[in-house]
């Protein structure tokens, strides 16, 4: 299975993280194409604006192919 790099960017906070829950969303992280990668990047990004990162709420889940 391909290999995605999972990130979240927020614009307010000018700035794009990863691996901040490497419990649920490690990255890099396999997936069988590149929908259900966008989709837990998706999912990734709806985390991280829960966990009220940064304090901006923002953030806008990205999946890249390694």
Same mark, same amino acid.
Request: cysteine-free.
């Given at each position: 299975?391909?290999?995605y790099t999972i990130t979240a960017t927020s /614009?307010? /906070?000018n700035?794009?993280?990863s691996?901040?829950?490497t419990k649920?969303?490690?990255s890099p992280a396999e997936f069988p194409d590149q929908t259900a990668a966008d989709a837990n990047a998706a999912k990734y990004a709806k985390d991280v604006?829960?966990?009220d990162h940064l304090g901006v709420w923002d953030w806008v889940?990205? /999946?890249t192919k390694v």
């Open positions: 299975m391909p290999q /614009a307010k /906070a700035t794009t993280v691996n901040t829950n649920r969303f490690p604006n829960f966990d889940g990205k /999946a």
